[in-house]
Structure formats: C-alpha cells, structure tokens
C-alpha cells in the first residue's frame, strides 16, 4: 500500500499536480500521479535497451515516490505524461548586451515560465547607468532597468496554470550599478518575483579584510570607471540584508573551482533558490531523499535507539540517480540550446528533505556537535552511492557527452553519467507533499517560538550548511532565519562566516523584516 498521504498534503497536490478535467475538477488520484510519473520515466530505459524490463522500472519508481522515500522536483510530478511533459524546475538564461538580445532573453524566459520553469539571470554583462550606447548616441538605462522589465514579464504569465514565476537576479560586486543594485529592495514593492544576490568573488573578500578599494569595471569596454572601499560596499550590503532579507551572496571564485566542465564557460548565476550554478542555457533537474524515512530501530532495546537505515538509503540513492537520468531524456524543453546543454552535461541534482526529522527520531539536538557529525555522515553517503550509481550508469550508458575536457577527464577522475549528482534543494511544497521537515532546515516553529537565536545558534546555521556543502557537487539551499532582534553585526558574521567555511552562498531573513513572508510563528521571534 503507498504511504498515507496528509491533509495538508493533498490540499497542495490537488490544488497544483493532479490532473483537473477542463472545468477544473480534480479527476486523479496522489496514487494515480506516482503511477503516471513511474511509467512515463520508465519509458527512457528503451533508449539504451531495446529489451529493456519497462514494467520492472516502473515499479521501482513508483514504489520510492508512492512510498514517499524520494520526489523529484515539481514539474516532473505535475508534468510527466501528460501534454506539457516540461520536467525542469529551473533555467538560467545569458543576459547579453544588446537590446535585442535582452528581449529575446524576456520572451524565453517567458516561454520558461509557462511551461513551469523558474529563470535565473546574471545582468553583470549589462553597460551602467548612463554609459553610452553608440548606435543610437543616446545613454543606457542599466541593468536594474531591464530587471524591472523581466519582472513585469513575468507578473502576467502564470507559470502552466500553475505556478508563478520565481526568478534570480545577479550582479557582480564589481558592477559600477552594484549600489543601485543592492538597494533596489528597499521599496518592497520593486522585483518581487526576484530573488537578488551579489556575486562576490574572493579578491573582493579579501579586500573588505584588508580595508582595500574596489574597481568598479564597464562590462562593456573593462575599463575601471571608479574606485570604492571593499569593506563600505560590504557594510551596504549587509545593512540592506538587514533590512529586508536581501542580497544574499553568490561566492563566485569558489562555484567555479567545482564548475565540472570549466571549457564551455563560466557559472555566473543560479536558479531562483540559490542551490544549482548554472551555465547558459543548462536546467535544474532535482530530486530529495526522505531522510526521516531512513531511520530504523538500532540494535540498544532500552531506552529505544534509533539509527540510520543505509541499506534501504543506499537502495534509494541508486534508484533515484537511475530517475533523474531518465528525466533529462524524457524532458520537452522549452528552447533547442536547453535542451543540447542539457543533455550534454547531463546535470542532475539529488538531495535530501526531513533532516531535522531524522534528528528528532534519532534524539539529536539540531543545535549540537553530533547534528553536525550526522550531516556528514549522510552527505558523505549519500555522495559516495550517488556518484556510484552514475558510474554504474555510465558503464551501460555512456558518459555524459560533454565528458572530453571536464574536470574529471582532465584529472583521471570517475567516468560519469553526469557532470553533477547532488544538490540539497529547499523542498518548501514537496516537504508538505512527503511530510516532512524542508531541506535541511530545523523545525521552523519549535525553534523560534521557544527563544531568540544567540551568537552559538547563528554559527550552528552556518556550520551545518557547510557539512553539507562540503559533500554536495553543486550548491546548498538554506535561508538563514535571523530573531527579529538580530543586529547588523550579527548578518556581518552570518556572511563571513559562510565565506570561510567553504559555502557557495547564503540567504538570510531577519523576522519581520518584511510585510508579507511565508512562515511565523507565535511568542518570540
């Protein structure tokens, strides 16, 4: 029998993924998805076996979603088998520097979001404010400008009938609008289907270190229009964060040390989450472990010990890479250059979910040295049996395409089937679908109704981010909720902190810092 599904759960579900006739009732059943899911993704086996056992796939697929072990990301559930069979959570699209290349970046994103994709943009390659545009001898408007005209685009298409579109914005610190850019979110009422990060690189660390200047450099020309203090431009953006939860921080230098094929360019921004790099034109194709489903009773009978299963883990880890892979061929993207890239890196990304569920099973505070070893200890797993299994793959596959020149070709490494394996995604609506804790998130409301986060809470954050970082190809998705008391220093050393312990970016979300958001709580925040 497939795993009970919640209230909550089939709220959401019937609302958004089961099929609807066209007057809108729901005319599927949560089961009845798993199944439709499990057969079209099955269907990718034939491309490499012409005898291939279709009906036996299907049922492994079927039993770890039915069973609420692992979900792949929401369009692959809304999506797969029906007409639309768009699979791809996220794009990134180039911003390049011509009029007419900008609107044709608004019409693809466009096309994205209503097959029920999200868009993530770098707007670095974008002249300033005020630089001048020779073709016409008049002035450029700057890259904030073209933002706001990406974020109407998207207010007035709804994502598939869907979902709305999520975006992300990013600009590089060298920017000569970074400033602009940094405060555009003062009026709440500006780019709100954007999330905004700085991409900061280590030279510009170093700089706020050292108390050392800044060049501010013309994408257009490289030449320095100005110079500004490292660490005045830092304090700029930790008092926005402060203010109203953005900028986050992309630490570009580090992205790209583990950019897996560095010959075909280099990652300038993410999806709308944070938690997947991405080259021009490539999609997200995630996928997370039900990690309070991996918890078994232990061998100690008195008191009750509970410990992690990893056999049926590692059977699920193996299962699921098998699934992602069959996405990426079973996909209908959106644009031709997404589907060619995607299919050349072969790009998927698996996590996990329930984490702060496991610790609760297992009797482990999240605030504790044993969280932090456990996260390890899970990632490291689960990176290990991921990259197995697309090696596995890879063996009866073939590696993926653009394999020649990658970092793991270059280097001797592992002959994979995927230029990534593992991302650890936020989950918000497939925690509500699988019942469970998001990410690796604590419990929201246990948490912050009991205190006020201290100095050692906010380093915790941190640190677990980075054990999990630490075993993840691509990014880490985790917003970093900060007491409605937290001061400007302490967003200062959330920041710094992040960069020193080897994490690709951060978010942060100081309470009621703005009028609407998506979690509260009762007592003090």
Known sequence: MPAKISDNALVVLKGRYLKKDLEGNVIETPDEMFRRVARNLAQADRLYDPKADIPASEEEFYKIMSDLLFLPNSPTL????????????????????????????????????????????SFSRLRPKNDRVMSTKGVASGPVSFMKIFNMATDVIKQGGTRRGANMAVLRVDHPDIEEFIWIKRDQKELTNFNLSVAVTDRFMEGVESDSELELINPRDRTAVRRISARDLFNEIIEAAWESGEPGLLFLDRINRDNPTPKLGEIETTNPCGEQPLLPYEACNLGSINLAKMVRMGEVTSPIHYDIDWEKLEKTIRTSVRLLDNVIDMNRYPLPQTEAICKGNRKIGLGVMGFADMLVK????????????????????????????????????????????????????????????????????????????????????????????????????????????????????????????????????????????????????????????????????
């Open 78 to 121: 809304m999506n797969a088998g029906r007409d639309l069979q768009q699979l791809a959570a996220c794009f990134v699209l180039p911003v390049e520097d011509s009029l007419e290349d900008i609107f044709e970046t608004v019409k693809n994103s466009a096309l994205i979001h209503q097959s029920g994709g999200g868009t993530g943009f």
């Open 362 to 525: 297992m009797g482990i505070s999240y605030d504790s040295e044993e969280a932090l070893d456990t996260a390890e200890r899970v990632m490291v797993f689960v990176k290990e049996k991921a990259w197995e299994a697309s090696a596995g793959l890879a063996s009866i596959r073939g590696t993926f395409p653009n394999f020649k020149g990658s970092i793991y070709d270059e280097s001797g490494g592992p002959r994979l089937r995927n230029s990534t394996v593992t991302t650890v995604a936020p989950t918000g609506t497939l925690s509500i679908i699988a019942d469970c804790s998001s990410g690796i998130e604590p419990l929201y409301a246990l948490r912050y109704t009991r205190r006020v986060m201290d100095d050692i809470e906010l380093g915790q954050h941190i640190n677990m981010q980075a054990a999990f970082q630490k075993y993840t190809d691509n990014a880490v998705s985790k917003t970093i909720n900060l007491p409605r008391l937290a001061t400007k220093e302490d967003v200062r050393e959330a920041y710094l902190l992040a960069f020193k312990t080897g994490c690709k970016g951060i978010t942060l979300y100081r309470y009621g810092s703005r009028e609407k958001q998506v979690l509260a709580c009762k007592g003090i925040c």
